[in-house]
């Protein structure tokens, strides 16, 4: 299964779009599993993501921000 995600990133201070960020998605079961990068097209803080199924934790970070972690 493949799973297609579309997120819109905005600084929380301004609600500024934050435009060329990344993200990794990890194991939600196992921390030392593999690392997916997903394929991801990008358009004025518009994402979308595909990757494979599951359930993960997710790292986003962009240039100037922290990085910030999800569970999915």
């Known amino acids: 299964?493949?799973?297609?995600l579309?997120?819109?990133i905005v600084d929380s201070n301004t609600s500024v779009a934050v435009e060329f960020a990344w993200f990794a998605f990890f194991d939600a079961d196992d921390e030392y599993g593999p690392?997916?990068?997903p394929h991801v097209h990008e358009v004025d803080g518009n994402y979308s993501l595909k990757l494979p199924g599951g359930s993960y934790k997710v790292m986003v970070e962009a240039g100037g921000y922290e990085p910030k972690y999800l569970v999915s």
Do not use: A, T
């Open 1 to 4: 299964m493949l799973l297609k």
């Open 6 to 8: 579309h997120v819109r």
């Open 35 to 37: 690392v997916v990068y």
